[in-house]
């Protein structure tokens, strides 16, 4: 079984910056691929940045430019430094990691969602 749990998330003014963290526990053998997506009110769930193992990252246009990811391996963690938000920025912003466990199997684990408001 593999945990996520996130933090960072909150209200911030129109201009303002971030930062989200995730930190994976439990029965964890490779971390493979991490990612970031968020889900605003009345939109379907949508990626916005994700980093492999080889650290390759990709972006969501809407955030090239803004938003960075990255991990740090010996921590488990997986973060997303947002700057320069723009009210719709605004979302429940979700952690998505798969590994491979403790079997060798691979698992695609979702994180409870922490909520990102951008507003003045």
């Known amino acids: 079984q593999v945990r996520l749990v996130e933090s960072g998330g909150g209200l911030v003014q129109p201009g303002g910056s971030l930062r989200l963290s995730c930190v994976a526990s439990?029965?964890?053998?490779?971390?493979?691929?991490m990612a970031w997506y968020r889900q605003a009110p009345g939109k379907q769930r949508e990626l916005v940045a994700r980093?492999?193992?080889?650290?390759?990252?990709d972006y969501a246009d809407s955030v090239k430019g803004r938003f960075t990811i990255s991990r740090d391996n010996a921590k488990n963690t997986v973060y997303l430094h947002a700057n320069s938000l723009k009210p719709e920025d605004t979302a429940v912003y979700y952690c998505?990691?798969?590994?491979?466990?403790?079997?060798?199997?691979?698992?695609?684990?979702w994180g409870q969602g922490t909520p990102v408001t951008v507003s003045s």
């Open positions: 439990g029965n964890i053998y490779v971390l493979l691929d």
């Open positions: 998505y990691v798969k590994v491979l466990d403790l079997s060798g199997d691979p698992l695609e684990v």
């Open positions: 980093i492999a193992m080889s650290f390759n990252t």
